[in-house]
Nanobody, 122 residues
Framework: QVTLAESGGGLVQAGGSLKLSCAAP????????MAWFRQAPGKERQFVAG???????TYYADVVKGRFTISRDGANAVALQMNSLKSEDTAVYYC????????????????WGQGTQVTVSS
């Protein structure tokens, strides 16, 4: 099981942008799916965005569509570009990986990162 490492979190004002990165310890295989989840205080961890590594096909939670973009960053990392940030986006963001084509449930995740805090002020 791989260990993932997130970076790029921080404090940003509403309407601003932030880019998160997630580094894997080695090459990410084409058969894997990478995803981002987030968890706000008192709430369950929820799916944000996913990418099928080989095809680069992406999918998103409705609440972030049009604002967030997930993409490959070389062979070993995945990025999450977040634009038009809202206070509701405040959460700890977690990188995740698994072998299912579509990962939207935490039960589908095989590996997690430790998380990076994103705080959006209004």
């Amino acid at each position: 099981q791989v260990t993932l490492a997130e970076s790029g979190g921080g404090l940003v004002q509403a309407g601003g942008s932030l880019k998160l990165s997630c580094a894997a310890p080695g090459r990410i295989f084409s058969s894997w799916t990478m995803a981002w989840f987030r968890q706000a205080p008192g709430k369950e961890r929820q799916f944000v965005a996913g990418i099928r590594w080989g095809s680069r096909s992406t999918y998103y939670a409705d609440v972030v569509k049009g604002r967030f973009t997930i993409s490959r960053d070389g062979a070993n990392a995945v990025a999450l570009q977040m634009n038009s940030l809202k206070s509701e986006d405040t959460a700890v963001y977690y990188c995740a990986s698994g072998t299912q084509y579509t990962i939207t449930d935490t039960r589908d995740v095989r590996s997690w990162g430790q998380g990076t805090q994103v705080t959006v002020s209004s």
